[in-house]
Nanobody
């Protein structure tokens, strides 16, 4: 069992940056690949980024490539998402998720553990 708690959300102007953090507790975090997803009102949950259990490989949604960076620190049991050049369409609740193993997946159904989410609001 892994417990995930996100933080770092808030209000930012278009073009600005935010850094989200996900703190994990429970089983050995280095055994889990981790992803970030987001869900806007009335929309399905969508993949944002993922990282393998030791941080050696990453994957990003096309819409965030070059602007978002995911990183993992197993020593502190955290996963971060640094977001830059945000736009209003990226207003959503951002979720951290973990799955046992190292394979990267973009489908939310592949992840067993989820945080409660953190709100990101980008004003125009």
């Amino acid at each position: 069992q892994v417990q995930l708690v996100e933080s770092g959300g808030g209000l930012v102007q278009a073009g600005g940056s935010l850094r989200l953090s996900c703190a994990a507790s429970g089983r050995t975090f280095s055994s889990y690949a981790t992803g970030w997803f987001r869900q806007a009102p009335g929309k399905e949950r969508e993949f944002v980024a993922a990282i393998t259990r030791y941080g050696g490989s990453t994957a990003y949604a096309d819409s965030v490539k070059g602007r978002f960076t995911i990183s993992k620190d197993n020593a502190s049991n955290t996963v971060n998402l640094h977001m830059t050049r945000l736009n209003p369409e990226e207003t959503a609740v951002y979720y951290c998720a973990a799955r046992y193993g190292s394979t990267l997946y973009s489908g939310p159904e592949k992840y067993q553990y989820w945080g409660q989410g953190t709100q990101v609001t980008v004003s125009s």
